[in-house]
């Protein structure tokens, strides 16, 4: 059980970053985060970017990239605070503005930027089909909306051992299915919708991270983190490989376009 207030907290922060890459608090670092624009163009545009987390890939969008603006959402002061950080050492602190914000509605203008972008961060906002509005709502005619996000293969009640790996995570939370994705885009209005299963893919990464966690970076990790904690992560990545080997835990791409 995570005691702090915060659910991505320095401790986890600091965990994550060491799995999955400096400044990236999900699977995949730089290449998988740039996957989930295959194909747009990102050069000179305006980015929303919803759950930010520690920011690299805020710095990723504007400096490899080439985006004009990089705004990063998030909830969470900590994170705020890595991404704040990050961006200053980059140097991009005229390029990229982070902003720790209250859940709901995004309190931005109609048609502010050209991409709305998230990485795994949706899985924590409940209401889908309010988001897809705002979403489409911030973006100018013709925007795209391009996230990445953890889902569940059905809207049924999720298998005990969902039920078992949601509880492990102690993260809030929050998975839809890829047909009420669909449904709440189509809803909002979007068109040219599509949504990429990335079950194949995360399935063997994350074996490959349990490997590591109870094999060779086991010692250092526990020095580190503590046994306590590094075990428990183990039991909840055991608990995840066994929901994404069934395929009720599908991460997908999700992709839909404001009509222009
Ligand atoms: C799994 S992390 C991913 C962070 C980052 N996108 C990445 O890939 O490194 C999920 C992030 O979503 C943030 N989050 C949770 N609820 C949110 C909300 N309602 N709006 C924006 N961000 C939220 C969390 O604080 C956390 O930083």
């Excluded at 930010?52 to 990089?70: E, F, T």
């Excluded at 489409?136 to 909306?145: E, N, S």
């Excluded at 102690?170 to 949504?195: C, E, H, K, Q």
Aim: hydrophobic letters at 45%; one cysteine or more.
């Amino acid at each position: 059980m995570n005691d702090s207030e915060f659910l991505y907290d320095e401790l986890h922060i600091a965990f994550l970053e060491d799995l999955w890459g400096e400044g990236f608090l999900s699977p995949g670092g730089a290449a998988e985060a740039a996957r989930v624009l295959d194909g747009l163009e990102v050069t000179g545009k305006r980015i929303l970017d919803i759950g930010c987390g520690s920011g690299a890939i805020a710095v990723m969008l504007v400096r490899d990239l080439g985006a004009a603006h990089v705004t990063g959402i998030d909830v969470e002061a900590p994170v705020c605070a890595a991404a704040t950080r990050r961006a200053a050492e980059a140097g991009l602190s005229g390029r990229i503005a982070i902003r720790e914000v209250t859940p709901g509605p995004l309190a931005f203008s109609d048609a502010s930027f050209d991409i709305v972008y998230s990485k795994d961060s949706i899985i924590h906002i409940p209401d889908k089909e309010a988001l897809a509005v705002e979403v489409f709502r911030i973006l100018r005619p013709g925007g795209w909306f391009a996230a990445s996000d953890w889902l569940i293969a059905h809207d049924d009640t999720p298998s005990p051992e969902m039920q078992a790996y949601i509880a492990a995570e102690d993260l809030d939370f929050t998975m839809a299915s890829p047909d009420r994705y669909r449904r709440a885009l189509a809803a909002a209005g979007f068109v040219n919708i599509g949504l990429r299963n990335r079950n194949p893919w995360y399935r063997d990464v994350a074996r490959d991270e349990l490997a590591r966690l109870t094999g060779s970076d086991y010692t250092n990790l526990s020095e580190t983190y503590g046994t306590e904690f590094i075990n428990a992560q183990i039991a909840t990545w055991r608990a995840m490989t066994a929901v994404l080997d069934s395929g009720e835990h599908c991460p997908h791409h999700l992709r839909a376009q404001r009509p222009a």
